[in-house]
C-alpha cells in the first residue's frame, strides 16, 4: 500500500489550497485517516483527523479554517485549507489506518509529504 499526497504549494496568506491523498494498493478497510504537518524546525503536529464515519476533528489554530473529508470509494482523502496563514507553512503529511485484507490486523501508513508555502 502506498500513499501519495498531492496539491501542496505556494500561496499567498488569505488563500486556498487543496491537498488529496490516495492511497493505492490491496485495502480490505479504511479506518482513521489524518494530516498532519512539520514546520521547519519543529515537530511534527497533528492537524486534523476523520474517522470511518466521517467524525472530524481538529488542532485549534486551524479549525473553522480547515476542512478534512475522505471518499471511501476512492480511497483518497482531502484537507480543504482556507484563509491561509504564513504560520501554516509545513510540510503536511498524509496518514491511514487501514487493513489490507480481511482477518488482518490494521496498519499505519504515511504518505511522504507535500509543501505548503504561505507567503506574499
Known amino acids: 500500500v502506498q500513499l501519495q499526497a498531492s496539491g501542496g504549494g505556494q500561496v499567498q496568506p488569505g488563500g486556498s489550497l487543496r491537498l488529496s491523498c490516495a492511497a493505492s494498493g490491496s485495502i480490505f478497510s479504511l479506518n482513521a485517516m489524518a494530516w498532519y504537518r512539520q514546520a521547519p524546525g519543529k515537530e511534527r503536529e497533528l492537524v486534523a483527523t476523520v474517522r470511518s464515519a466521517g467524525t472530524a476533528n481538529y488542532k485549534s489554530s486551524v479549525r473553522g479554517r480547515f476542512t478534512i473529508s475522505r471518499d471511501n470509494a476512492k480511497n483518497t482523502m482531502y484537507l480543504q485549507m482556507d484563509s491561509l496563514k504564513p504560520e501554516d507553512t509545513a510540510v503536511y503529511y498524509c496518514?491511514?489506518?487501514?487493513?489490507?485484507?480481511?482477518?488482518?490486523?490494521?496498519?499505519?501508513?504515511w504518505g511522504k509529504g507535500t509543501l505548503v508555502t504561505v507567503s506574499s
Open positions: 496518514y491511514m489506518n487501514l487493513a489490507t485484507a480481511a482477518g488482518r490486523n490494521a496498519m499505519d501508513y
